[in-house]
C-alpha cells in the first residue's frame, strides 16, 4: 500500500555528487514527472521546504550510529543505520518536529559510503553483533515505493551474519522481503497505539488491520516482527483503546512471532508541546501531568506512567510475551514496579535484546 500522501511529493533537490547515482536515477525513474533541482556546487538547500520536497543529499557524517538515548535511563543500545531525516507521514506526537529544525525529506544518497562504512564495521568487528534499525530518524519504509532503500539494504547485509537489521514503520511496504537473504536476520517492526489514538493523531499512516496483517504475511515468510507501543497517550478511556488494539495483536500474530515488543510512554523536548499545541489545537493530551525528566525531556508523572505500563504489560503478558517485553527509555523503579525485574536480572537490556532479536532464546 502506498500511503496516500507520498502522491503530494512535488519537488526533488539533489546535490550535485550523487545526481548520477543509482538511487538518484531510481527516484528519476519512480517519479518522472517532477520537478528536479541542482544544488549549487558548495550551496545550501533553503530551510523553509515543508515535507512535499524530497533532498536526494550527498551525506558526509556517519551512518552508523547510536541511538541518542540516555545516561539517566535504560537505554536498549540499538544502532541506527542513518539513511535519510524526516518522515512524509504525519503524527501529531512526532518526536521529530522537535529534533530537527526543518521539514524537508533527506535521503542520502551516496549508499558507497554508506556501504563502506558498514562493511567497516561489520567486517572489523566479527566477533561483535549488531542490532542496528532505520527507523529512528526517519520511517524505515513511508519513501520505499520511491528510493526502494531498505530493499538495498537488506540486499547488503545478506552477507553479514553478525547483523540484524529492524525495518520498522507505520506503512506497509514488503517489496523489500524478496531481496533479504535470511529472514533471521531481518526483523520487520511496526509501531502501534490505541485504536482511537491511531484515528485521531496518525495521518498518512496504514490502518492497524494492515499494519497487523503484514505482520502476519512476514510471520508466514518466516520473519519474526518487532512491535511497539511508543509513544503509549495518556487520554480518556485509554484503557479502552489500548485493550481493543492488544487482543487484535493475538488475533493476528503469535507471541513467539514477536522478537521484542517495546513500551515508551509520550515524551518530548519542550518545543515539541509548543509545536503540538499550534499544529494539532486538538491534540490535548499535552495537557496532562507532566514532569520534566533527568534528561530535560517532559514526560508523564511516574505513577501515570507505571499505571498505563501496568495495564498493557498484563495484557500484553497474558497473550503470552513476557520476554520480549521492554521499556524505552525508562529507569530501573519502573522497571521492577511494572515488572517485578530490573534490565540487570535479563542481563542487561542492551544483551537481552540481541539475543531476543537473533533468536537465541524463546
Ligand atoms: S511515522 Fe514516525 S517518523 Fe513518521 S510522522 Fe509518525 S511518528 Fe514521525
Known sequence: ??????????????????????????????????????VEEGGQVSMDHDRTVLYLKEYKGRFLRFCPGTKHYRCCGYRIIHIGENCPLNCSYCILKAYFKDRTLKVWANQEDLYRELEANFLGNPGRRFRVGTGEFADSLALESITGYSRDLVSFLKEYDNVCLELK??????????????????????????FDVVKTEERGVASLEERLMAARTCAGNGFRVCLHFDPIICYPEWEKGYAKTIEMIFDYVRPEEIAYFSLGSFRGMPELKAFIEKNWPDSDYIYNEFITGLDGKMRLLRPLRVNQFRFIADRLKRGGLERQLYFCMESDEVWQAVLGYTPRDLGGLQNHLLEQAFGEKA
Open 169 to 194: 514503520s507505520k506503512i506497509v511496504d514488503l517489496s523489500w522481503m524478496k531481496r533479504a537473504g535470511r529472514s533471521d536476520r531481518i526483523l520487520p517492526a511496526w509501531s502501534l497505539n490505541a
Open 1 to 38: 500500500m502506498m500511503p496516500e500522501n507520498l502522491c503530494k511529493i512535488n519537488k526533488i533537490i539533489v546535490d550535485p555528487g550523487v545526481k548520477d547515482s543509482p538511487l538518484a536515477k531510481r527516484v528519476k525513474s519512480r517519479l518522472p514527472e517532477l520537478e528536479w533541482e541542482m
